[in-house]
């Protein structure tokens, strides 16, 4: 396994995105992943039946309320920026 520019990963490497695959297969449609201010979140999607919480913040942004847990900077790290 490697990346688009051909850098072989590392064993442990690629058993975290083996297992990050494996996860995948049976998300919940109601969560969601979201890099934010530097955290990688994982949140409820709002303004569902199961949800009523809206889905964005009153200043544009995505509903802190709706989050379930955060991981701070470095584990793993996360950017919401655009390429």
């Known amino acids: 396994m490697e990346t688009n520019a051909g850098i072989k990963l590392t064993d442990k490497q690629i058993k975290n995105v083996k ?4 996860l995948m ?5 109601n969560l ?3 890099a934010i201010a530097g955290k990688l ?3 409820l999607i709002g303004d569902t039946e199961q949800n009523p919480t809206p889905e964005m913040s009153d200043t544009g942004g995505f509903n802190d ?3 379930i847990i ?4 470095g584990s793993p790290s996360a950017d919401g920026g655009d390429w």
């Open 19 to 22: 297992s990050f695959q494996r």
């Open 25 to 29: 297969k049976n998300w919940d449609d």
């Open 32 to 34: 969601a992943l979201n």
């Open 41 to 43: 979140h994982i949140m």
């Open 65 to 67: 309320d709706n989050t």
């Open 70 to 73: 955060d991981f701070h900077t």
